[in-house]
Structures are given as structure tokens and as C-alpha cells.
């Protein structure tokens, strides 16, 4: 275990934040709930953006930007949009700045307040619909399949790094399509796109699902999403994707001349991933000793650490290393050689461990004799002596064995904790004892969602789109149940 | 010439305008201001992004992210900063939005005010270095080489798309060394990165300088300065790199520990380039019909058409097309064979050109019985048949003609229009009849500088930095003056 740094057993809550600040993740900004993403914790962040980037184009759709400020009156254009984002935000009244006549630093010019307040975007569907009322004519103008990687806020009054920050970074995807069809097949797709990528490169398992009608996106008819389960047992929801049916086309006035000339309104979706990602991944693979990352998202797949005392001994140890490096760099892994004579090898093993690196190399002058290097596994901290001739195959082979083994404890975890319950005793206790997925069944009724919340905290996380649906009674009410649904405490 | 687009004769801000928008680069929003970057003018700027990404990369430094909002009162830590800065700015007052007690959407709730006002970043010199300040102790810990990409706002009174908005997305690298020299090699550094960008990528000739004190950076010792000349005379401000001294770690009060256990102030830099840059791809190259890209920037760089009138001479087509797009696309060039049927070919001709698709191959029934292809290139609007066995490798070669021949249009237009003048009046008849760069020799003094401006409205752009430096007697005061300096009129 790192020194000084808190376990998950006591005090997971701790673990988490001591956990993102000293890997580099991130750390909490002068502005209140803003975070600041440092390079290392960016650099992962890159590399979910641009396979996501990567798949959001091979399904067919082109990023665009967006303004950053809303007018306040958009946002009461879609009724219950309103009721869901209006509230906590960041609302700019003027537009200049003066010195402050006393002398001291400057103050807002009070004649330079503005007509009508902006908003800074919580989530941009009314500005952009507002928008696509001018793209869209005739259905040749559809479908629309755009996305936006933007900075978003809300302003939020209990902020935890990643989790939820006032401020965060995220992707939108905001389509509009000819069809409902066309649309709720959209939505779809997007939820299986962020499914697999949970899981292929996060190694995050997720249960694809759709919300219940009081957990849906504020103006949409049907809201997917993915949920993961995290170490201490709580859900983490990962993405959603929404089916907005025409509300943000008639808020908007939005209407297409079909084939057939007539006049329609539009269909539209929306979808999401955040920062808060990070959070998950963080959260999944993450132990004692520090951050655990799957090779695929990690900036540095292979530190080599020189073992050293005398100046020709780490000569001797980088002309050896050299070669490796170049090798792995060909197949595509990204390798640090850290050579620097500020620390000692003890601290960069410490450093890198830390710091989730799948795997660490050490060459000293003994393996130099042996034709070995020492070879560690960050998932399984296991260490081994590998020839020299096979490490740069055997590193290759780790690459998918760690990508691999990660998602299988993941999915292992998730397994051993949900569980099915029958009655509402059953569900209490595994909830006050294990915690984890409940899978139970539910009468479909808000007012026994509420009551169930309000009794155990528990929310419904999804009803589950996969899987069996075998029928059922409600643990809470006796009514009947058409399906199993899966319950959770939540981030 | 398009139908009802202005050619840049008749008036070329109208040009510009209508050229962005039917262009579909982009347009403005419903926010004063703020525009909307169109899929077609985003995938340029990310072409942009992820050249400038790489080189930054390649020059060692790495990406982050710091908050949006800077506290007002950061903006008054470095006295030179706050007076250039503080002015314009979108200023959060209040967190929270509430219903209208009358009914009717939503108003600012009068409890919600925040008790400093937070600014929207218009460049992020304070955020970051109070940041840095906890990030620095000792001299390990430099240099710290990071850059930002992320959206600022100035409030612009008078907005022109890309060129000047209230919002717009830049990139801003911010450098902190141990060293003046260290700092001062890096400001030029960037400047190079900057310049080689313009010109081999963007195939936009600049001149490299220095900006007198009263157009420098506020808060920075020296401005460093890519210029590129517009095709209507005036100069555009393309990028800027900035050596800070030690002005911010003197405000924020970041010190560092040396090797020999000393307390310093750390020196800074910092640079930056923004969507700006489009507007000088744009007026670079464009003419008369539309857009004009260069092969490295162009998000589509070959567009293939089929001629048909039945469904069969489709199909025929289309079955020598796609071995052809095949070739190309293993070769690295992006391909669109558009075989829309709701599209005629003419119209999809004047598409492409308006876009600014460096070649289009254009292929119908006759083309196949002859084995030949029509090859259009969009710089010099020319036409040929070419076999159809040599279309790949002719293709290939006229990305790299293409590229080339903009560059070179550019620097002979360029060369055209940059005049060395040895007195005033000449320097007056020459700003009045003719425009564009005016090299000329200057005191060195603000007052002189100050009444060109005011005479001519011309200032001065750089003092270059390449080049051979003769003295001589400035042109307005005939003082002595140790070079020629850059003058124009500029966006």
C-alpha cells in the first residue's frame, strides 16, 4: 500500500479522492465544484474521446460546436426540459467589467447589463434545435447526425472529482431523423456504442437498460442508458441515450416536407458521455496500491525502469533498452524510458504503480548478465524474469491478457454481487448488508418507486433490456410484474 | 461564379460572409455574437487540431483542462493583465433560475447571487498559474509544458465569423522554466510551430516578428507574431506567442526551489492560435467561385460523380468507381463517390467546387467505353481525361501539386503587395491606392507609431524577424532607425 494513503476498506469514500489527486488525475479548482484535469488524467481522457470520436464517425456522424450561452427564455420552451435544467445554473447578467472608482481592482459595470440573461449550457437541445429549425426544410435535409465535444454546467451544491463537478467535459450527440422509427433505432445504437466501449476499453461491465418515467431525461419520451456497479457497491450510470419524439421539433417549430410534400415534425434524439467516465474507470479497476488502468486507455502502456548505480552501468542498461523500446513503439505500445537521475528506482516504481501502468520493466546490470528483465503486471502485481529475447512478445501478449483479466474481475465482481430477491425483506437486507444490484420485481407505479427510495435509498437503475423476462409480483406491493427490474444505490 | 454569390470585386466582406455560410463553414447564432461551426467548417478546424495537437506533442508538452470561470478578482492580480482583459467579458452573477411568480417561464432567483462574480474565461493566464502554484516546489518540477484546447469569450462589439466572435475556441499553451532563456526559447519555439503550421499545412505564407510594446500581449515582456496577408490588402494576426517574464509568477506568487536550493520567481510563456485561423485559410485561397482548400486541410479531398441517366449505367459506373476510391483511400486521401439520386450531377458539381474540394473526378458511359476519367482540380479550375489506369497515381500527385501551387499563388500574391517605401507620402499613396504590407522604417517611439495609426489607419504588424536589417531614417519623424518594420491595415 502506498504510504499515507487510505484503503478502500477504511474509508472508500477517501480512497477515491486521496486516490485522483495523487495519481495526476485531477484536483479541485479555486472555483467552486470546477475541477482542473491534470496531463495525466487528460491524457486518459484523450484517449476516450478519440475512440469514441472514432466510433461516433464510423456510425455515421460529424462533430459541429454549438454556442456555450443559451438565452433564458429557450429553456422554458420545452415544458418539462424546463423543470429539469432550469434550476441550478449559471446565469450571466452582464457583459463588462470597470475599475471600481475606490481604486481597488475592478467591478461589474452596472450599465452593461444585458436584455436577456444567458445561460451558460447545461445541455445544448434547445440552442441547437433552435438551430437545426433553420437546416431542416425538406426531408433531403435528414437525417441530421451531428455531435459536439463541449464543456457543460450545472451547477451543482455536493461536488466529488469526475463524479460531479459543476463544470464537466462531455460529448452530445443530437440527431434528427425523418421517422420515429429512424430515431428510436438511433438511440439504440447509440446505447450499444457506449456499451462497447464500456466494456472493450473501459473493461467496465454495464447493464444496458431504459430508465423508469421519473428517472428520464428532462423532455425525452424514452431514456437508455448503461450502469455500471463500482467497488463499494453503489451504481454509477455511464451514458445515456435518449428518444425525444417530436417535443424539441414542436418547442422549436421544426417541421420537414416529406417525399410526398406533406408537412411534418421531426424526430430527434440525444446521448451522452462525460468526464464522469473517468469516475467509472477510476472506480472499477482501481486497489490499495493505487490506480489500475486497462492497457487501452493508458497513456503509458510500458515504463522501463534502468537499475543503476554507476554512470556506465545505466549506459550499458540503455543501450539494451533501447532496442525494446523501439520494438514495442512498432507494434503500437507506448513505452516510458525513464532515465532520470532526479529519482531513485524505488520511487519511480512506486510512481508507476501509482499510477495504474500496466505493466513495468527494471534492467540493472544483473540482468544485463543474465539476459533478463524483470517483468511486472500492475492488475495482478505479480512479477516475473523474462528473457531478453521474448520480453518485447511477452509484453504484446500482456497487453490483451491485462485488457482481458480486468474485464473478467470486473465482470466476476459484478456477478457476486447482485442479487435476485423475492420479498421486500430480502431486498432490504441485501441492501443494508451487501449492497450491490438488486434485481427485483416492480408494480411499474412511480408512487412505489418513490416509497421504495424513500425507505431503503435504493433507485431504480434500469429495467434491464437483456436477459430473460419472466413475470412476476412486486416486492413491494404484491401487484403482478412483467420483468425483474435492477435497483441500486447510486453516485 | 455561383449563382447570387458577390464576387470579391463587387465587395469583399460581403464575399467573406456569404462565402462562410453557403460554404456551410458556419453561421451566426440566435447569441449575439457566438456562432454556430457547421459540421463541413468543423471537420476543417479539426483537421487544424489534430496537426497543431500533434506538433505540440512532438514538441513535448502535453494537454489539460482548467476551469471556465476565473474569479473577478483574479483578473486584477497582474496590473497590465486586468487593463487589457477586463474589460469585455460575460460575467456570472447569480447560480440559480426560478419559476416567474407571474406564470411565465423562468427569472433569475434574487437569493442566488454568488459573492464574487466569476468572469468567462478570455484566455487563462490567472486560473492557471494559481494553479501552478501548487504545482511547482522545486526545480524537478519544471518545466511544465501544457496546452488547453477549449473555448474563450471576449465581448466583441463587433462580431465577423471566425474572424472575430464572442466565443470562440482556441488552443492556449501555458509554459512554466526555471530560466529566462529557457522561457524565451520556448516563446520561439511556438513561434516556428505556429509559422511551419501556416505554411506547410494551411499553404498560408507569414511573416515571423516581433509586436511593438503597445500591441503586445497584456502582461507580456515580447509578443511573438505570425502575419499573413488577405487577398483584399489587409493583414491578419494568425498566432501569437508570448514571453511573460516572470510577471504571473509575480502575481501568483509561484517560486520554486533550484538545484542549489534557492528561492526564484518562475518564468512563463504563453501561446496560442483559435478559429481565426479559418477565416485565413479562407480569404487565402478562396475566389470567386467559393471555397478554395488546400489538399492537407480539405475534410473531403476528392469527390467522385456519377454521370447516368438509368439505374444500369449506374450500376456501371459505379462498379469502376469503387476499385478507383478503394485505391485512393489506401493511398490516405478521403474520398466521397456521392451517388445520391436526389441530386443531379450539375448540382453536385457546383457543391463541390463551392466547397472547395481540391480534385473531382467526374465518370459516365462514355468515360467507361473510352477507359477515361474527367479530373477537375478546384485551384486552377481546369479539366482533363485521364486513363482510367493512371487516375490513382494521377491523383495522388495533384494533392501534392495542389498543395504546393496555393502556396506559391499565395506568396507571389503576397509578394505583389508588400511594398518598401522610403518616405511618408509614398507610404500614404501606397496604404491608399494599392494596400497591403508597407515596409518601412520606424523611430521606435509609441508616438510615432500612434500617429501613422491615426493618419493611415494603418499599424504596425511586426518587426520581422528574418530578413536583412538595414538602418535608416524613419519615414515619418526621420529619426534613425535600425530596421524596416512591418505596416498594414489589419482584421
Known amino acids: 500500500m502506498a504510504k499515507g494513503f487510505t484503503s478502500r476498506e477504511q474509508d472508500y469514500s477517501k480512497w477515491y479522492n486521496e486516490l485522483v489527486v495523487k495519481a495526476d488525475l485531477a484536483e479541485n479548482s479555486d472555483v467552486r465544484g470546477c475541477m482542473v484535469i491534470k496531463p495525466y488524467g487528460y491524457a486518459i481522457w484523450e484517449k476516450m474521446q478519440a475512440e469514441l470520436d472514432r466510433m461516433f464517425k464510423a456510425t455515421g456522424h460529424s462533430n459541429a460546436y454549438f454556442p456555450l450561452f443559451i438565452p433564458k427564455s429557450y429553456l422554458s420552451k420545452e415544458a418539462s426540459h424546463v423543470e429539469g435544467f432550469a434550476k441550478e445554473c449559471a446565469v450571466v447578467t452582464h457583459y463588462r467589467l470597470m475599475n471600481n472608482p475606490n481604486g481597488d481592482g475592478v467591478i461589474v459595470d452596472p450599465d452593461a447589463k444585458l436584455e436577456e440573461e444567458l445561460i451558460v449550457r447545461p445541455t445544448s437541445e434547445t440552442i441547437i434545435w433552435s438551430t437545426y429549425k433553420k437546416w431542416i426544410q425538406s426531408y433531403r435535409d435528414l437525417p441530421i447526425l451531428v455531435n459536439q465535444w463541449a464543456n457543460v454546467v450545472r451547477w451543482e451544491m455536493r461536488t466529488r472529482l469526475f463524479l460531479r463537478t459543476a463544470e464537466f467535459l462531455w460529448q452530445e450527440g443530437h440527431t434528427a431523423h425523418a421517422t420515429e422509427k429512424e430515431a428510436v433505432e438511433e438511440a439504440e445504437q447509440m446505447l450499444r456504442v457506449y456499451a462497447e466501449f464500456a466494456e472493450k476499453h473501459m473493461a467496465m461491465p454495464v447493464i444496458q437498460g431504459v430508465k423508469t418515467a421519473s428517472e428520464r431525461f428532462a423532455g425525452a419520451l424514452e431514456t437508455y442508458c448503461i450502469e455500471a456497479l463500482m467497488q463499494d457497491g453503489k451504481a454509477l450510470q455511464a451514458g445515456t441515450s435518449h428518444f425525444l419524439g417530436q417535443n424539441f421539433a414542436k418547442a422549436f417549430d421544426v417541421k420537414y416536407a416529406s417525399k410526398e410534400g406533406k408537412e411534418e415534425f421531426v424526430w430527434a434524439t440525444s446521448w451522452g458521455v462525460s468526464t464522469r467516465l473517468m469516475g467509472g474507470l477510476i472506480m472499477t479497476h482501481s486497489d490499495d496500491h493505487g490506480l489500475v488502468l486497462p492497457p487501452k486507455l493508458a497513456p503509458i502502456q510500458v515504463a522501463i525502469i534502468p537499475i543503476y548505480r554507476q554512470d556506465d552501468q545505466l549506459e550499458a542498461v540503455t543501450e539494451k533498452v533501447l532496442p525494446i523500446k523501439k520494438a514495442l513503439e512498432e507494434k503500437g505500445i507506448s513505452v516510458k524510458y525513464d532515465d532520470r537521475d532526479t529519482y531513485k528506482p524505488g520511487w519511480k516504481f512506486n510512481e ?57 474481475k470486473a465482470v466476476d465482481f459484478r456477478t457476486e454481487n447482485t442479487t435476485e430477491v423475492s420479498t421486500y425483506d430480502e431486498f432490504k437486507e441485501v441492501l443494508k448488508t451487501k449492497s450491490g444490484f438488486v434485481l427485483a420485481h416492480w408494480d411499474g407505479t412511480p408512487e412505489t418507486e418513490e416509497r421504495i427510495k424513500k425507505e431503503t435509498k435504493a433507485t431504480i437503475r434500469c429495467i434491464p433490456l437483456e436477459g430473460e423476462k419472466v413475470a412476476g409480483k412486486c416486492v413491494f406491493s404484491g401487484k403482478p410484474s412483467t420483468q425483474k427490474v435492477l435497483f441500486a444505490k447510486a453516485y
Open 352 to 408: 508507476y504503480e501509482f499510477k495504474g501502468v500496466p505493466v513495468r520493466l527494471a534492467m540493472g546490470p544483473r540482468d544485463i548478465e543474465n539476459g533478463t528483465v524483470e517483468v511486472a503486471r500492475r492488475d495482478t502485481l505479480e512479477k516475473e524474469l523474462v528473457s531478453l529475447d521474448n520480453v518485447v512478445e511477452h509484453v504484446e501478449k500482456l497487453m490483451i491478457e491485462i485488457q482481458e483479466n480486468l474485464y473478467k
